[in-house]
């Protein structure tokens, strides 16, 4: 009995295996953009377009990542493994992060309550300020 419980936890858990930092912001992203309860038009494409200029990706090669991050999303119960993915990034990257979740978010024009608080939760967790976060926001909300 002892050894059937050794094996369960000496495995290797799938969802601590580290994340690459492309696949853990656009599984960020396709969770913020669904986290209404609708994923608009325009939310999708400014995912889209996001991923595509930052990270250099053709349709093809965006479509793909955004498959594979739904998939990740739709296994994941909190956001511990996408954010621990981002905490070795430097600064300016984890500031673009939070400019890419904002650009979403104002997509629709809109600003849903969930969305704001999920950009909130993230940027703490990745240690983006409060200050560097909220100019962001007002940044990407009058474009």
């Known amino acids: 009995m002892f050894d059937a419980l050794r094996s369960i936890f000496s495995r290797?858990?799938?969802?601590?295996?580290?994340?690459e930092p492309k696949l853990a912001v656009a599984a960020l992203l396709v969770h913020l953009a669904a986290i209404d309860g609708q994923v608009s038009e325009a939310e999708r494409h400014a995912l889209e377009g996001t991923l595509m200029d930052y990270y250099g990706l053709?349709?093809?090669e965006v479509k793909k990542l955004i498959v594979e991050a739904t998939k990740r999303d739709q296994e994941s119960v909190d956001f511990y493994r996408f954010t621990s993915a981002l905490s070795s990034l430097?600064?300016?990257e984890k500031i673009e992060i939070i400019r890419m979740m904002w650009q979403v978010v104002f997509a629709d024009d809109r600003n849903h309550e969930l969305e704001d608080?999920?950009?909130?939760?993230?940027?703490?967790?990745?240690?983006?300020?409060?200050?560097?976060?909220?100019v962001l926001r007002a940044q990407v909300a009058r474009t």
């Open 117 to 134: 608080n999920m950009v909130w939760r993230i940027a703490e967790l990745i240690g983006v300020s409060s200050r560097d976060r909220t």
């Open 58 to 60: 053709n349709e093809a």
């Open 90 to 92: 430097d600064s300016s």
């Open 12 to 19: 290797p858990d799938a969802t601590m295996l580290s994340m």
